[in-house]
């Protein structure tokens, strides 16, 4: 079960969000009532996590917080329900990224939506081979996703 919040002015269309969360989990065989919050935050309370967590400085894009280490399944073992936990997006920081990608701020969200729930499945990019699987893997179930919208 995923519950979309949105705390900031911007206009979000949680049930897009909440697709996109069904078709990765559903692709990554965890079960689909697993339960994921996707939370949209200002730069203020996004900076504040950023340097509490990662004692890094400003806000930035997106933050994922994994609740019970849930790992992608297989067709035979699919994950058990579980709760793979939250994601933290800022929009302000999605549009300026989107803004230097040429393409749109939904779009933008719905990428780092993607690239948050890997990181609460357990991937990882601190090292080359696993930035390759992990940006591939998010290239083709946001690809499969819209090619379906």
């Given at each position: 079960m995923t519950?979309?919040?949105?705390?900031?002015d911007y206009e979000i269309d949680?049930?897009?969000?909440?697709?996109?969360a069904d078709h990765v989990l559903t692709a990554?065989?965890?079960?689909?009532?697993a339960e994921l919050?996707?939370?949209f935050i200002d730069p203020?309370?996004?900076a504040d996590l950023h340097v509490r967590w990662l004692d890094l400085p400003g806000p930035t894009d997106v933050?994922?917080?994994?609740?019970?280490?849930l790992r992608p399944g297989t067709p035979d073992r699919p994950?058990?329900?579980g709760t793979l936990g939250d994601i933290c997006i800022c929009p302000q920081v999605a549009e300026e990224q989107a803004r230097e990608a040429g393409h749109s701020t939904v779009e933008e969200m719905l990428l780092l939506a993607t690239h948050g729930m890997l990181h609460l499945m357990g991937y990882d990019h601190a090292e080359d081979a696993e930035r390759e699987e992990m940006f591939a893997l998010q290239?083709?179930?946001?690809l499969t996703f819209l090619a379906t919208r």
């Open positions: 519950e979309v919040i949105n705390e900031t949680g049930s897009e969000f909440a697709a996109l990554m065989h965890v079960a689909t009532d919050n996707i939370l203020e309370p996004m933050m994922s917080f994994p609740m019970d280490e994950t058990p329900p290239r083709k179930l946001l």
